[in-house]
């Protein structure tokens, strides 16, 4: 699907995401390899756009999971169409017929959730299956993710085990809020995302913020990286990074002390981190 790390790095950079070096090549592993690759890093750093950016360079679906405490397999995997069946149920009785159990359990009255999906789509290319921020499930949840992600398959027990024909190029993130257990780590390639520099910081603004000009774009980058160096609940990423600078495109302003003060909603998402900012002094971080 990809010849070269260098391939793909110009696929991601068509989709407006510029990838360095070392997170290309890892994705690249993991899309020839066909192992599933865990993106870890901050909040805001381009770890679910990462994994959106390669499917749409790959041109093949993105199917994502979003994960939450108390997610179970049923939720994640599949569940059935109870609404439609009782109408089945009606219909036959209507018709004088008593339905049976297989033809109430029969394959169109399943809703296939992401992960089922991502094991039977038909392909020809692989879907990205994106399990984000799995950190944030439970333990158990985890256990049964590596067990599916170490067989390819899932039994339904009204209709049988399901195997990927065409396994899914699987891409896990994290934000690190607690660890994973080994068994899954064992099983993943790994890269972690750190927050990039002021230069590449601008030149994702330039990429992905219609109209940003190398100024706006340079002042933006430049005030994000010294909000970061204060002791903030949230420290910006690069999404508030884009949201900024859109904000301020879109009023027409450059940075400065008096757009920062009007704008510092878009950055910052606490309003101690609002007052540390302002008492810092806002012409300071605007301009530098």
């Known amino acids: 699907m990809t010849a070269s790390v260098e391939e793909l790095v110009d696929g991601l950079s068509e989709q407006g995401y510029l990838a360095d070096q070392g997170l290309a090549t890892a994705l690249f592993l993991s899309v020839r390899l066909g192992q599933p690759i865990l993106l870890e890093g901050e909040p805001g750093v381009g770890k679910t756009a990462a994994a959106g950016a390669l499917a749409a360079s790959l041109d093949t679906p993105l199917i994502r999971l979003q994960c939450y405490e ?5 939720e994640a995997l599949y569940e059935w169409n109870y609404p439609r069946q009782l109408l089945g149920i009606r219909l036959a009785e209507a018709r004088g017929e008593v339905p049976r159990e297989a033809d109430l359990f029969a394959p169109e009255y399943l809703l296939r959730r992401p992960l089922l999906a991502a094991i039977e789509h038909p392909g020809p290319r692989p879907a990205v299956l994106l399990i984000d921020e799995v950190d944030r499930a439970d333990d158990e949840f985890e256990a049964f993710l590596f067990e599916l992600l170490a067989e390819g398959s899932v039994t339904i027990p009204e209709l049988g085990t399901r195997t990927a024909v065409v396994p899914p190029i699987v891409v896990l993130t994290s ?11 064992r099983r993943c390639l790994y890269h972690w995302i750190g927050y990039p520099d002021a230069h590449r910081v601008a030149a994702i603004i330039r990429q992905r913020v219609p109209g940003a000009d190398e100024l706006l774009a340079a002042q933006v980058a430049g005030a994000v990286s ?3 160096g204060l002791d903030l609940t949230k420290p910006p990423g690069v999404a508030e990074a884009i949201s900024w600078a859109n904000a301020l495109r879109l009023l027409g302003l450059p940075l400065d002390e008096k757009s920062a003060g009007a704008t510092l909603g878009a950055v910052l998402k606490y309003r101690e981190d609002e007052e540390l900012a302002r008492r810092t002094g806002l012409a300071d971080l605007a301009t530098g």
Do not use: K, P
Not at 70 to 74: E, M, N, P, R, V
Not at 175 to 185: E, I, P, Q
């Open 175 to 185: 934000n690190r809020t607690r660890d994973l257990h080994d068994a899954l780590l």
């Open 70 to 74: 108390g997610l179970s397999a049923a």
């Open 226 to 228: 010294r909000l970061r």
